[in-house]
Structures are given as structure tokens and as C-alpha cells.
């Protein structure tokens, strides 16, 4: 993380945390963490295409799957993402 460029914004029903990549870094991250102490933290994926598919890919295919079914596995892609909604299509 970049700490000069990472923010915290605080009202009465909100909070935002802003992050920055320190330079050199790159790529997507995946989750973050967060929670009151080291010990209690909470885990949450950002809404990718890869945690999209990891998390409803056991669902279409349970295991153990064949080689077949993993073929047959439908394409998953995020279209668009909201406060109140995911739009997801799958093929």
C-alpha cells in the first residue's frame, strides 16, 4: 500500500476507505480484510469474473467432476455491478 495516497472518510451512516498500490505493485486484488481487531476480521472477495466462477462454479459442477463436465462448464462473465445489484451472464 501506498500511505501518503490511501484515505479514510468518516460520516454518521458510513465509512470509506480508500486504497493505493504502492508503485510497482500490479494486478487486481482479490479481497480485502477487515473487522474491529486482528483476531475477528472478516473476509470479502471483490466482484471479479475468477471469484464469480470460484464461488458458483461448485454449484454447476459438484465434485467430482469428469473431464467431460469440466468442458461442458458454462462461461461466466460479470457485466455489470451496482449497490443493489450483479448482472452476470452466463453462456
Keep these: 500500500l501506498l500511505s501518503p495516497e490511501s484515505s479514510v472518510s468518516v460520516s454518521a451512516h ?3 476507505v480508500g486504497l493505493a498500490k504502492a508503485p510497482g505493485s500490479t494486478g487486481l486484488w482479490d479481497g480485502f480484510s477487515f473487522g474491529p481487531e486482528p483476531s475477528a476480521l472478516q473476509e470479502r472477495l471483490f466482484v471479479s469474473e475468477e471469484n464469480v466462477d470460484g464461488f458458483l462454479g461448485p454449484a454447476l459442477c459438484p465434485s467430482p467432476c469428469s473431464q467431460s463436465a469440466l468442458e461442458r462448464q458454462p462461461l461466466i462473465e ?5 449497490e443493489d445489484r450483479i448482472q452476470i451472464r452466463v453462456e
Design 14 to 16: 458510513n465509512a470509506v
Design 78 to 82: 460479470v457485466l455489470d455491478v451496482t
